[in-house]
């Protein structure tokens, strides 16, 4: 049954009970050598996913291994074939290659942007010795001259007896000399510490609006082999490859991705053109096993191809390849699907790489600006860092949980029934809602610190709020031929520049004479 044919507990027994060809049939078929996990433009992206226990996907197992076309049983043919077919497949092959591609930087991106501690594990020793080597070289001498000059601030402040000024001046000095004393004592911690923080609150946005889980309810199974160990980001992986990638190989091989000949013969296919990481693994251990490993695989495949082709011709041609120009359409989708969905799914995962780095970067610039900071008037650079590191966890919440809708709203549409043409638009209208809403080019901007801390949590650059501020106009009235005095007005400097001088002034010229004329009796009684 199709049930037994999805299942890998069944599934070997089904196919052990197919018939071989014949040996002289077996002669002229050309069945494909399996691909490792990591070969191809994608397997320069993959990350290798350990041996887990409970429910796991194609790419958990098997990476981007066989995602290519292959032309079969064409020698049996005596050149009944296309000529066209072998420059059709070509193309088609090449579209899977560059779509396999851009799904495996998008998954690895998301992974590591997912996981910062395996990521940014490299960088802990930087931190910490050129944090260390800046406090005691720099802050630890430069900062004792910037301290004499505090104290000869201070001493010159207390003859004009302002002790406001003071006790800010030198509230501020102790303040900044902790914070760097302790940001240059436990510079891993601090790294960490924000890390730590940031991965507990998207975990939480994760487990709850990510990737579903296909672990069993407790109710039904309650042992590790029912329970989904995979990280969400994974998850998200298996659910990307398996939709964007395999259903549009399984269209190119055999014309359908639902019809009941690939639902039912579809998955075993894709098993006999690739090797799994646990087989990969074994044959690098033993060499010798890697001939055997790929007799089984061709005699699995041949075995397959031939109740295929007993059971659906039109399948069948599709598997030999005869239908060339379907596979470059089925490739073309596939490159087309790939672009669409990894834009925006790249762009919150680089963003939030770039949040977690900003965060390492300003831990070692602190010794480095502190020095200056020490001196209020001097503080703007360590201002402006503070802006950057709370723009950098802004960041790394706000596209974290951008990219966990967004991966939610994929899955839900690719869930559905809708034609494959409509589920693309789709994607690609929720990735043009995702950059309305999260403007990320604005939000990579405010990483520069140049903000404020209003405008870093609205998402907005300090040029646009600066120009809804009010600009002073003065404008000169006139009484006969000499100018009396200037009135000056508070107008938004963005509508003054769209605004001509005239109508500026008018309102300014009505008020100055309105005064003048009431003012004018007073004046003459005085006189």
């Known amino acids: 049954t199709t ?26 078929l050309d ?34 291994a066989g995602y290519s076309f292959h032309l079969y049983d064409i020698d049996c043919l005596a050149g ?72 000869l601030y201070l001493i010159w402040r207390s003859r004009q007896a ?40 998207l975990g939480v946005v994760h487990s709850a609006i990510g990737p579903r889980s296909d672990a069993l309810p407790p109710e039904q199974c309650s042992t590790q082999q029912c329970q989904d160990q995979r990280p969400p980001a994974v998850r998200a992986s298996d659910q990307v490859t398996e939709t964007l990638l395999y259903e549009n190989w399984l269209r190119g091989v055999l014309g359908s991705a639902d019809s009941e000949t690939a639902r039912r013969y579809g998955t075993a296919l894709y098993e006999a053109s690739s090797l799994s990481w646990a087989e990969a693994a074994e044959i690098r251990r033993d ?96 201002k402006r860092l503070g802006n950057a590191v709370i723009a950098a966890i802004f960041n790394v919440v706000i596209f974290g949980i951008g990219a966990a809708v967004y991966l939610l709203a994929v899955s839900l549409i690719l869930e559905t029934n809708l034609p494959g043409w409509l589920q693309i638009l789709l994607i690609v209208l929720c990735g043009i809602v995702g950059w309305i809403l999260l403007r990320p080019y604005q939000r990579l901007t405010q990483l520069g610190g140049s903000g404020s801390l209003q405008g870093i949590l609205r998402g907005q650059r300090q040029q646009i709020r600066n120009d809804d501020e009010p600009e002073p106009v003065t404008a000169p009235w006139r009484r006969g031929s ?10 938004p400097r963005r509508r003054a520049e769209s605004m001509p001088d005239e109508t500026i002034l008018e309102p300014a010229l009505q008020e100055s004479e309105t005064a003048a004329s009431r003012s004018a009796p007073l004046v003459a009684s005085r006189k």
């Open 3 to 28: 049930e037994q044919w999805q299942n890998p507990e069944t599934r070997p027994g089904c196919i052990a009970e197919l018939e071989p060809p014949t040996p002289s049939r077996q002669s002229c």
């Open 31 to 64: 069945p494909p050598v399996p691909s490792a996990p990591d070969s191809g433009l994608a397997g320069w992206f993959v990350i290798p996913q350990p041996e887990r226990e409970g429910p796991t996907g194609l790419y958990s197992n098997y990476g981007y």
């Open 80 to 151: 009944a074939t296309d000529p066209n077919a072998a420059m059709a497949n070509f193309i088609a092959d090449g579209e899977l290659m560059l779509a396999s591609g851009i799904i495996g930087a998008s998954n690895a991106l998301r992974e590591w942007a997912w996981d910062p501690g395996e990521m940014w594990g490299w960088a802990n020793p930087l931190v910490e010795r050129a944090t260390t080597a800046i406090y005691e070289r720099v802050f630890t001498v430069f900062g004792a001259v910037t301290l004499a000059i505090v104290g």
């Open 162 to 201: 302002d002790m406001n000024d003071t006790t800010t001046t030198a509230g501020w000095a102790v303040f900044v000399m902790v914070i760097v004393t302790a940001v240059a004592v436990w510079p891993v911690f601090a790294a960490n510490f924000a890390d730590g923080t940031l991965v507990q609150t």
């Open 287 to 382: 060499p010798s096993r890697r001939q055997e490993i790929i007799e089984a695989k061709a005699d699995q495949w041949m075995r397959i191809a031939e109740q295929i082709r007993a059971e659906d011709p039109e399948a069948y041609e599709h598997l030999q390849g005869v239908n060339g120009m379907e596979r470059v359409g089925a490739g073309f989708i596939t490159l087309l699907s790939a672009l669409c969905f990894a834009l925006f799914d790249i762009t919150t995962s680089i963003l939030i790489i770039l949040g977690f780095l900003v965060i390492r970067w300003a831990v070692i610039a602190a010794p480095v600006i502190g020095t200056v900071a020490i001196l209020r008037p001097a503080s703007g650079g360590l």
């Open 482 to 491: 000499s100018v009396e005095e200037q009135t000056t007005r508070s107008i």
